[in-house]
């Protein structure tokens, strides 16, 4: 919204309407309060509301600010999701034959720290039990199973390949064939998959709240400014608060003078003014 100019100079400026309204409110009590004669009272009346307003844009500022530096919890989940987006990416762009490595189980470690990571990891383990269910086990469920979890002899990934009855993995993944397992090898791969997805649900419900509490603590300690903006807005708070009590001291030095002049008129009357004499004729 454009500035809007105002006062008895005509160049006072108010960053919206809603300030010139404000003004002219502060304005208003302030005459009625005063009662201001003459131009001089009037001006510093003015200077008081100006100041007023301008006080009151320092607490707006330091509101702004803190919004500003503060991420919306909608900015926080989508810093989160680009962070494992791009650990999802890490591990999908890994050399062929390092997709059990070691580093890539420590990238996958990352997904076990976030509520969206760990969503992630469930939909991949209930995609591979529908593919079981359904006979359409593909060389892209085993590579996403080797891709994103631990190898290790008691990992995931093995506990599910022995329950699938161990499959000979390099072979599958290079001929690209459908996996069917056997009603047995069904059960017992549906049984450690619902086990894997119990424990990342109860670990999702924990980093969950983990996050919301991070949140909290971080919106709490945004909710005070930087030192630079602190001493900045304090600097522009003094300035406008010195501004208004110097105008209020004039304007009681203005006032006091002008009552004690009334005083002085009520007490002796006014002052005659002398009326030239009429010229004698010549």
Same mark, same amino acid.
């Given at each position: ?34 009662? =201001? ?18 006080? #009151? ?9 803190? %919004?500003?530096?503060? +991420? ?52 991949? $383990? ?23 979890? +631990? ?9 599910? $390949?022995?329950?699938?009855?161990? =499959? ?15 009603? +047995?090898?069904? @059960? ?25 509490? %991070? ?19 304090? %600097? ?5 608060? %010195?501004?208004?009590?110097?105008? $209020? ?13 009334? #005083?002085? @008129? ?7 003014? +002398?009326? =030239?004499?009429?010229?004698? =004729?010549?």
């Amino acid at each position: 919204m454009n500035a809007v100019k105002h006062g008895l100079s005509g160049k006072l400026y108010f960053a919206n309407v809603e300030e010139t309204r404000q003004f002219e409110r502060i304005t208003e009590k302030l005459n009625q309060e005063w009662k =201001p004669k003459g131009t001089a009272e009037e001006f510093q009346i003015e200077t008081m509301a100006i100041s007023m307003v301008y006080s #009151a844009r320092r607490t707006q500022a330091e509101a702004g600010e803190i %919004r500003r530096v503060t +991420p919306s919890p909608f900015e926080r989940q989508c810093n989160d999701e680009e962070r494992i987006n791009q650990v999802f990416l890490d591990i999908q762009s890994a050399a062929p034959g390092k997709n059990d490595s070691y580093q890539n189980y420590q990238k996958s470690k990352e997904l076990r720290r976030t509520s969206a990571g760990l969503q992630y990891l469930t939909e991949i $383990l209930l995609d591979l039990k529908h593919a079981v269910l359904t006979d359409s086990v593909t060389p892209d469920h085993i590579r996403l199973l080797l891709q994103y979890f +631990p190898v290790a002899p008691r990992g995931p990934a093995a506990e599910i $390949l022995m329950a699938m009855g161990k =499959p000979d993995v390099r072979a599958l993944l290079q001929t690209g064939v459908k996996i069917s397992l056997t009603p +047995p090898h069904k @059960a017992a791969t549906c049984k450690v998959i619902d086990h894997e997805v119990e424990l990342l649900t109860a670990r999702f419900n924990a980093a969950a709240e983990t996050e919301s509490q %991070r949140y909290e603590a971080e919106e709490l300690a945004s909710a005070v400014p930087s030192e630079s903006v602190a001493g900045k807005l304090m %600097r522009y708070e003094s300035h406008h608060q %010195r501004m208004f009590q110097k105008a $209020l001291d004039t304007l009681r030095d203005l006032q006091e003078e002008r009552f004690r002049r009334e #005083a002085a @008129a009520r007490k002796h009357g006014p002052v005659p003014v +002398p009326s =030239p004499s009429p010229e004698e =004729p010549s």
